[in-house]
């Protein structure tokens, strides 16, 4: 006897309901053409700008360009086992970057890769590698100082917590060591740093966190490195990648510090990308969007409002220029849209003053509002001291013979710049520099030699260690000159000045 219809429906309608079958539709793309890190792919019609795509072996790309039928991506890592038919897959997620205080002490590629030997890093999330930046609603003014432990930077171009401020100037003139010396300072200030090295030599980068890992400033830093030896798409990555990581402290109502090293090999690393995905060339051949590419990444510094937890992100963006043209193409991008520039030098460099820092051409555009009182009367004195220098300095190379007055201050001005000299790994915390550049701007200097200015200071700093250690602690508590304090001082350096001798 032959089954009935209906049974026979009814079974298989019973099999098609338990059936579990987990099918997932892929968008699958073909490489078309591949070379100096870049593949063109054809078929991802849905792919979005900023995706992360897999290519074979494990290997990512980030899609830059959409053309109507393709699209440009750069692959981030070697593009040797790459050919032309392999197929690409999407992956659905735009670049993230993994952050955490797992990362402190450790040196990391931008991907989140270790690069120092040790264990693979467990994120404690990701944010967006290229994410917008902040609001104006959301963010708060700059009144906060940010203190480098440098005295010239402290007193003339002071930094606030949430600022840009450029550093710019030849090769070999201390960029980095500035950069360097404001990390160390901030050791037990509650500010974490990212450092990251773009498009550097692998023995300049092994310096610098050499230096970091000897001085302690390791626990509280994380490295970036992209080399010159990486492919270009990592360079490119690098400093959004280290922003990222900063903005992470940022967003939990902390103060981070993060510094692009250099922002010149950035661009030129960029531009070598526009270049290869054919976009048309601009000024320089840099593409035409190179100030949004720098803007976008420097806008997300910035202090937080109340409302959004109170962090900040500081940048210190640097920037290399040739012979001392600061009116380039990337350079005056940079200037336009950071809150101010240190300038360094080269004839200064020469010249033995460290930081070789051009008091003229470098500025603070938040100006006295990131300083404690303090600094912020000195450096009203410092600057009319280096003023009236520079002017008579210009007019007494072409004069014979200067009037008492006119020695006396070229001498004091010889003295100011002086004791704004200032070796490397040896910041000085505010107080310090305050009682500093008193002595010097007081007229206290004006009979010790300028070479026996530095020992002076030296040994002025450890007197005060020693019989004055209150002085000290007042400054620090009062934040402000009083005349108590002033007067005190007074005594101190006069007690001083009679036991010393150059």
């Known amino acids: 006897m032959?089954?009935?219809?209906?049974?026979?429906?009814?079974?298989?309608?019973?099999?098609?309901?338990?059936?579990?079958?987990?099918?997932?539709?892929?968008?699958?793309?073909?490489?078309?053409e591949v070379?100096?890190?870049?593949?063109?792919?054809?078929?991802?019609?849905?792919?979005?700008?900023?995706?992360?795509?897999?290519?074979?072996?494990g290997i990512h790309g980030l899609v830059l360009d959409l053309a109507e039928d393709?699209?440009?991506?750069?692959?981030?890592?070697?593009?040797?086992?790459?050919?032309?038919?392999?197929?690409?897959?999407?992956?659905?997620?735009?670049?993230?970057?993994?952050?955490?205080?797992?990362?402190?002490?450790?040196?990391?590629?931008?991907?989140?890769?270790?690069?120092?030997?040790?264990?693979?890093?467990?994120?404690?999330?990701?944010?967006?590698?290229?994410?917008?930046?902040?609001?104006v609603i959301a963010r708060q003014p700059v009144n906060t100082p940010l203190q480098t432990g440098i005295k010239c930077i402290d007193a003339?171009?002071?930094?606030?917590?949430?600022?840009?401020?450029?550093?710019?100037?030849?090769?070999?003139?201390?960029?980095?060591?500035?950069?360097?010396?404001?990390?160390?300072?901030?050791?037990?200030?509650?500010?974490?740093?990212?450092?990251?090295?773009i498009g550097q030599k692998s023995s300049t980068i092994a310096k610098a966190i050499d230096a970091l890992r000897r001085h302690g400033a390791m626990e509280y830093t994380i490295v970036v490195v992209a080399s010159a030896?990486?492919?270009?798409?990592?360079?490119?990555?690098?400093?959004?990648?280290?922003?990222?990581?900063?903005?992470?402290?940022?967003?939990?109502?902390?103060?981070?510090?993060?510094?692009?090293?250099?922002?010149?090999?950035?661009?030129?690393a960029y531009r070598e990308i526009s270049l290869l995905l054919r976009r048309p060339p601009g000024r320089e051949a840099y593409p035409g969007d190179i100030f949004y590419t720098h803007s976008r990444l420097l806008e997300r510094a910035a202090r937080m409002?109340?409302?959004?937890?109170?962090?900040?992100?500081?940048a210190l963006p640097i920037v290399e220029t040739k012979a001392g043209d600061i009116t380039a193409y990337i350079s005056t991008n940079l200037i336009s849209i950071t809150d101010g520039q240190i300038y360094l030098e080269a004839d200064l460099f020469n010249k033995g003053q460290r930081p070789a820092m051009n008091v003229g051409l470098?500025?603070?555009?938040?100006?006295?509002?990131?300083?404690?009182?303090?600094?912020?009367?000195?450096?009203?004195?410092?600057?009319?001291?280096?003023?009236?220098?520079?002017?008579?300095?210009?007019?007494?190379e072409f004069a014979q013979e200067l009037d008492e007055s006119s020695q006396a201050q070229l001498a004091r001005g010889e003295r100011v710049m002086e004791i704004l000299n200032q070796d490397q790994y040896r910041p000085l915390p505010v107080e310090a520099q305050v009682v500093a550049l008193y002595a010097a701007v007081g007229?206290?200097?004006?009979?010790?030699?300028?070479?026996?200015?530095?020992?002076?200071?030296?040994?002025?700093?450890?007197?005060?260690?020693?019989?004055?250690?209150?002085?000290?602690?007042?400054?620090?508590?009062?934040r402000r000159l009083t005349d108590e304090i002033r007067s005190e001082l007074d005594t101190a350096l006069g007690r001083f000045r009679e036991g010393f001798r150059a």
């Open 35 to 57: 070379g100096d890190g870049i593949a063109r792919v054809w078929g991802l019609r849905s792919a979005m700008a900023s995706e992360l795509l897999l290519f074979p072996a």
């Open 362 to 396: 470098s500025v603070s555009r938040v100006g006295g509002a990131a300083q404690v009182p303090a600094m912020k009367e000195v450096a009203g004195q410092l600057r009319l001291e280096l003023a009236q220098y520079r002017d008579l300095a210009a007019f007494a």
């Open 305 to 314: 409002s109340s409302e959004h937890g109170g962090g900040s992100l500081t």
């Open 443 to 478: 007229g206290h200097l004006d009979d010790v030699p300028v070479e026996a200015v530095r020992a002076f200071e030296r040994g002025f700093l450890a007197f005060l260690g020693e019989h004055y250690p209150h002085l000290l602690r007042s400054l620090t508590a009062e």
């Open 70 to 135: 393709s699209v440009g991506v750069a692959i981030l890592g070697s593009d040797r086992g790459i050919k032309e038919g392999d197929e690409v897959r999407r992956t659905g997620r735009v670049l993230s970057t993994p952050v955490g205080k797992r990362f402190l002490g450790r040196v990391v590629d931008p991907l989140g890769a270790p690069l120092d030997g040790g264990e693979p890093i467990e994120p404690e999330g990701y944010r967006k590698t290229d994410d917008k930046a902040p609001g």
């Open 229 to 268: 030896e990486d492919p270009t798409p990592l360079q490119y990555i690098a400093p959004y990648a280290g922003c990222a990581m900063g903005e992470y402290f940022r967003d939990r109502g902390e103060d981070a510090l993060v510094i692009y090293d250099d922002l010149s090999k950035h661009a030129v």
């Open 2 to 32: 032959s089954p009935r219809t209906d049974e026979i429906a009814a079974i298989l309608r019973k099999q098609i309901q338990e059936l579990d079958i987990d099918l997932k539709m892929e968008e699958v793309g073909v490489v078309v």
């Open 156 to 197: 003339l171009t002071p930094i606030g917590r949430g600022q840009r401020e450029l550093i710019i100037g030849d090769r070999r003139t201390g960029k980095t060591a500035i950069a360097l010396d404001t990390i160390l300072h901030q050791k037990g200030q509650g500010v974490y740093c990212i450092y990251v090295a």
